[in-house]
């Protein structure tokens, strides 16, 4: 897999060999909402310069912080669409239940389809899977 974006909250890796690009959380949470928009600003530009129509997206969640307030919930919002857009498929990896239920919550809300998933395995056949 090569790197394509580091910062301090996320990770970026494509594998050309199943067109899967991998979008890992670590765990530091964000100490403002404009770290935040400067995050995915970075992350958003790395995937547009790599072209999303030819891959899959794989957003591993599992190490993220939980957060659910509101002003958290309004800067994801402005962020999720250009974030995720454009990939033929989205799978997103979870550790728990609550963090199932809020992501498919963003998926409702984004009117996006996702795999929501604790299965890793589960989640690369997804999105490896022909349509």
Not at 4 to 29: C, H, M, Q, S, W
């Amino acid at each position: 897999m090569k790197q394509i974006f580091r910062n301090e909250y996320f990770t970026a890796l494509v594998d050309e060999e199943t067109g899967i690009v991998r979008n890992i959380r670590g765990d530091k949470p964000f100490t403002s909402m404009r770290d935040l928009e400067v995050c995915f600003e970075g992350l958003i530009k790395a995937l547009d310069d790599l072209g999303r129509a030819r891959y899959t997206l794989l957003i591993d969640i599992r190490a993220a912080p939980g957060r659910n307030d509101p002003e958290f919930e309004e800067a994801l919002q402005r962020v999720r669409l250009r974030w995720i857009g454009g990939f033929r498929k989205v799978g997103v990896l979870v550790q728990s239940a609550v963090g199932l239920l809020q992501v498919k919550r963003y998926a409702k809300q984004d009117g996006l389809n996702r795999l929501v998933t604790d299965d890793e395995a589960e989640l690369v056949r997804y999105l490896t899977q022909m349509e």
